[in-house]
């Protein structure tokens, strides 16, 4: 168990509707990252927060938006969905942010879009 | 661009015999590496990671790595591989300075037979 946990763990859901993934990172940890993995596309970093902030933006859709609260949790809004959103989305958190520290990541949220 | 590459989709080994699951990177500027395991509907577990120093690294359950940046690879083993081994393995590499991310290779299947 890395301490990260997601929620849900599974969503079915229709096209064009919107839903909300959420992720508590470890204890103590201040970055979350959001990927998003997929047969065709492989594990794809979506965008990353650091204590509140948006730190670093990878190949994230205009349709979906990200934040971090206060208390260091963080959604992943997707909205306008198509079937080809349909994927494995993971959230991950580590201590700090750059390229020294490893990061954990949860159990995942399987999105599927129908 | 940067990459990581994977070049076996998949990797067959019996049990008790030496594994090597190959990884090569093309990032700018000094590499810093990292290798996750999947194991069936879980997330991502760190298993070790490359940053400087000795170019053999060894991390969880007895695997370990070999940095070789004249071949700019970063490939994983282990001495005598177990059943439970069994799993997707991801090859990583940190890009992008201080607001930069990881960038997976494809995952390499390992599939050890008794």
């Known amino acids: 168990d890395s301490g990260v946990t997601q929620t849900p763990k599974h969503l079915i859901t229709a096209t064009g509707q919107r839903v909300t993934l959420r992720c508590s990172p470890r204890?103590?940890?201040?970055?979350v990252y959001w990927y998003q993995q997929s047969l065709d596309q492989g594990l794809q970093f979506l965008i990353q927060?650091?204590?509140?902030?948006?730190?670093a933006k990878g190949n994230i859709l205009e349709r979906f938006s990200a934040q971090q609260f206060p208390d260091l949790h963080s959604e992943l809004n997707l909205s306008s969905l198509e079937l080809g959103d349909s994927a494995l989305y993971f959230c991950?958190?580590?201590?700090?942010?750059?390229?020294?520290?490893?990061?954990?990541f949860g159990p995942g949220t399987r999105l599927t879009v129908t | 661009a940067q990459s990581v590459a994977q070049p076996e989709d998949q990797v067959n080994v019996a049990e008790g015999n030496p594994l090597t699951v190959k990884c090569t990177y093309s990032?700018?500027?000094?590499?810093?590496l990292f290798w996750y395991v999947q194991y069936p509907n879980r997330g991502l577990q760190f298993l070790l990671k490359?940053?400087?120093?000795?170019?053999l690294v060894k991390g969880s359950y007895g695997f370990e790595a070999e940095f070789n940046k004249s071949q700019t690879s970063f490939h994983l083993k282990k001495p005598s591989a177990l059943v439970s081994d069994s799993a997707l393995y991801f090859c990583?590499?940190?890009?992008?300075?201080?607001?930069?991310?990881?960038?997976f290779g494809k995952g390499t299947k390992l599939s050890v037979k008794p």
């Open positions: 991950a958190s580590s201590e700090t942010s750059g390229r020294f520290y490893e990061q954990y």
């Open positions: 204890s103590g940890d201040l970055s």
């Open positions: 927060y650091y204590n509140g902030e948006e730190r």
């Open positions: 990032v700018s500027g000094n590499p810093y």
């Open positions: 490359y940053i400087t120093g000795d170019n």
């Open positions: 990583a590499a940190y890009y992008g300075g201080s607001q930069g991310n990881l960038i």
